[in-house]
């Protein structure tokens, strides 16, 4: 396996990472995700990502079960929703993730989508006072277009380390600017849907 940096930081992750917004039944097949994430783990994938809106919490509270006695192995990103974007929704969203997840920290806390009506200064208001507080190591964002990125960062005492967005063979848009402007600026980005959700295996004329 390989690593890089996330952003400048001294923090290694795996190429390789292992999203849990399965399309199986969580709760139904919880055993059998375990049994995934600890395989994943043992084949040396240290990163795992996730959000309070995958299965409605449960893909969180899969992980906290799944690595409560591996905490110090793995590196778990996660997001909250755009509708809890205010100061002091950020902040319960976060609590209600440190619970699912069984720890007290998260290594990388993630805006899943944009808000336009939560001024972006409020929302980072309260993600700093989680990094200040020891509850958050790391701030990225996800599905940001390059002139947002490029607002956040400019409003933000924290650097952005990295950016979550869709990126396959079959969606390339991100290689126009936001992937030169990630690497120009040491933002480690993240693809989501590398295997365009399967479509890529499944249709003979991607193979």
């Known amino acids: 396996m390989r690593y890089k940096d996330l952003g400048k930081n001294n923090i290694k992750i795996s190429n390789i990472g292992l999203g849990t917004n399965f399309t199986s039944d969580v709760k139904k097949d919880e055993q059998k995700l375990i049994h995934l994430l600890h395989k994943a783990l043992d084949e040396k994938i240290n990163f795992f990502d996730t959000a309070e809106a995958y299965h ?13 006695n591996k905490r110090d192995n793995v590196i778990i990103a996660t997001k909250f929703s755009p509708e809890h974007s205010s100061y002091r929704q950020v902040l319960n969203a976060a609590e209600g993730s440190l619970k699912r997840l069984q720890t007290d920290y998260i290594d990388l806390y993630q805006i899943h989508w944009p808000n336009p009506v939560v001024p972006i200064e409020e929302t980072l208001q309260a993600l700093e006072k989680l990094v200040k507080e020891g509850k958050v190591k790391y701030i990225g ?3 940001f ?6 607002d956040i960062q400019k409003a933000s005492t924290l650097p952005i380390v990295s950016l979550q967005t869709e990126y396959n063979l079959l969606e390339r848009s991100a290689e126009q600017h ?4 990630a690497q120009k600026n040491n933002i480690t980005v993240i693809a989501y849907t590398p295997l365009n959700s399967g479509n890529i295996l499944r249709n003979a004329k991607y193979s």
């Open 56 to 68: 409605n919490g449960h893909s969180e509270k899969l992980l906290g079960k799944a690595f409560k």
């Open 141 to 143: 964002v996800c599905n």
């Open 145 to 150: 277009s390059l002139r947002q990125l490029q």
């Open 178 to 181: 936001l992937l030169p402007y």
